[in-house]
């Protein structure tokens, strides 16, 4: 259930910011669709400079560049849309195989 609801938010999210972008793009007629790491760092930037401190520092460095770098410059509409669509997924596939293990009488 709570899978669900994060993946629906998710994936709402996806499509606000894909109509957004649609929005721009018809104002101004250049398709410049907006990068998750901006979209971040518009919403809140400490939270994005504490999350690259902490995985630079704690994790490890190349997970930071060049993977997370590597998402982060990606269209944030396609990001949001395709982690929804996973995180649905992966939550019906859960709820799918733990209903076969449960006894439902005739």
Do not use: E
């Not at 629906?8 to 109509?19: S, T």
Request: proline content about 4%; charged content about 15%; overall charge positive.
């Amino acid at each position: 259930m709570i899978g669900r609801l994060v993946g629906w938010i998710i994936f709402l999210a996806g499509l606000a910011v894909l109509a957004h972008d649609v929005r721009d793009w018809i104002d101004t007629k250049h398709w410049a669709p907006v990068a998750l790491g901006q979209l971040w760092f518009d919403l809140d930037r400490s939270s994005l400079n504490l999350v690259q401190a902490v995985v630079q520092r704690y994790i490890h460095p190349f997970l930071w560049d060049p993977i997370i770098v590597t998402i982060l410059l990606c269209w944030a509409f396609a990001v949001l849309l395709a982690l929804g669509a996973l995180i649905l997924a992966l939550s019906h596939w859960r709820t799918r195989r733990a209903g076969r293990f449960t006894h439902r009488p005739s």
